[in-house]
């Protein structure tokens, strides 16, 4: 076994371990924390999100037009003989996060009408 394979073979349990023990902790300091301004961790446990279905809806539209984007651009612009990997990838990610952004700005916009403003 060569010296890199061992070291992954330490490491990759290792970290594993780790995040799990850092997620573990930090959700107890959390508690511990509540507990100390006088909040119950309970009542937050199981908040209902208002939004998630829209802001889902949305990452997965915007994404799912970027990659229908991309598919054009592969097609029309960029010549056979390259893989345009990088611009499937890019326009994904652009329209996830126009998708998002989107829900943010419907989000803030009902926050507002509720307040009265």
Known sequence: MHA???????????????MVFGIIYMHKRENLAMIEKGLNPKEFANRPVPYKNLKWGLLL??????????????????????????????????????????????????LLDREGR
């Open 61 to 110: 539209v915007g994404a799912g037009l970027g990659l229908l984007i991309a598919f054009f651009v592969d097609i029309a612009l960029i010549p056979t003989r390259i893989e345009p990997v990088a611009v499937y990838f890019a326009l994904i990610a652009i329209g996830g996060g126009l998708g998002l952004v989107s829900s943010y700005r419907i989000e803030k916009k009902e």
């Open 4 to 18: 890199t394979e061992m070291l992954v073979a330490v490491l990759i349990p290792l970290s594993f371990f780790a």
